[in-house]
């Protein structure tokens, strides 16, 4: 390749900037190949920018700078207490260029400028804070033996840690897993989406802006065959944070296993159930699951797309819920009337109505939408399933998109049967006014996370992550901590 990439490009009508080499030791830099891939906008199908390229050279370089760092500048060389200080910087620094990154966020998934700005942005810049405040508070435990002896435990980071992301939250799924990496005292090869790179990179000038010391944060940019892979196969990288799909995530585990068995922590795809009792706050419930469904473009991880209603107000809802639906209305991101925007790319565009089509051939009765809308950029009609069978491709498979599939049920023994009958467990919702059911059925559920009566809501101090073959392992809350440390027992004979 010739490409040397523009280090500052002009994004959004020239009015945000982002610099588009790889991030490796405190410095932008082009890739050893001199490769770039377009960023493409999916709102028109329009090149945003080009960015590096990197392979596995380029992983090569950025893991022995953090392995550099993480022994002179980082890990047991500095308190936690200066990590956290560090960490405050960055999330004031996020704050201050808050508008920017979101804008730079939305531009490269589609998602909307609204939800980019809050929950993405100001998500990451709680996150940060959150772990900046646990860094001096990480500790271990004294632990009396006999009369003569005693023995500590310390909470040590790992070293090197990779982080690897997937395009639909690119911020908030990397700041999950570099706020507590980084509060721990590992140093991190991050490697976002090939195809929403750009919040990354512009959290590498932030914190660079803060005044991390050099090859604490390195960017990779590049595909997940080279670039990931070559994380995954590195020997001085000692923990790889994954957020994908099952099948790399399997790939990632086989990887770390072959090579030095690696820490692997995996948040992989879901296909959520939905739970919703004759009894249920009925026009709420609407809100709640259209939002559980659709909310970006369907491509949420925890998007609560198995829909289980009981009998005696089954046709009352599948009928609110179609017209709330229907009315949703799709356009550009950027405007603040807009409440779907496109699909992330072609690729995905195209999945998502492979499964449509599916469904249709399959005989589920579609409700509302099935079809791609009108417009250059890659937007699907939001769509509902009805009289699902539990065999069929689109109740089985995530579809990642704006597909919500909803089937009747009789009892609570019923419903259970039918929304733990999955490979999946991220997430599961259950709608009722009765509090005695509501845990009942959240404990017998299994999932990762249950939300009684609301849509997904992550928050900083809760633990997230899968059951079953939705994953390994915490991120979010004081469980992140245990996935970014090991722990080391001293013992001392006095
Ligand atoms: P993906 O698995 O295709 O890619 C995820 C990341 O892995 C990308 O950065 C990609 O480049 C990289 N990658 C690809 N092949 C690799 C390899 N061989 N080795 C190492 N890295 C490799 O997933 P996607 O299409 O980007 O994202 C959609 C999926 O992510 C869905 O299944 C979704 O449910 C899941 N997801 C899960 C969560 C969660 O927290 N559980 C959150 C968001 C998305």
Redesign the pocket.
Known sequence: GTFTHEFATELYNGTVTVNTGLFVNGQFVDSVDRESIDVINPLDGSVITKVSIGNAKDIDIAVKAARAAFKSSWGLKVPGSERGKLLYKLAELLEKNADAVAAIEALDTGKLFTLARNPDVQGAINDLRYYAGWADKNHGQTIETTEAKFAYTRHEPIGVVGA??????PLT?TIWKVAPALATGNTVVL?????TPLSALKLAELVKEAGFPDGVLNVVTG???T???A??EHPLVGKVS????????R??LE?SSKTNLKRVTL????KSAVLIFDDADFEQTVKWVCSTVFYHSGQ???AGTRIFVQEGIYERFLQAFADATAALKLGDNFETATQQGPIVSQTQLDRVLGYIESGKQEGARIVTGGSRAEGSGYFVRPTIFADVKPDMKIVRE?I?GPVGVVARFKTEEEALEAANDTQYG?SSYVFTTNVSRAIRVSNALEAGSCFINQTVIPSSQVP???YKQ??HGR?LGEYALEAFTQVKAVHVNL
Not at 242 to 249: A, H, L, P
């Open positions: 690897i992301v997937p395009w639909n939250f799924l490697k976002p989406s090939e195809m595909y997940g065959a670039a990931g892979q994380i995954t994954f957020t994908g799909s099952i099948i790399v995530g790939k990632v990887t948040e992989l795809g879901g949420v991880c925890a995530e990642f991220l997230f992550g899968g939705s994953g991120e």
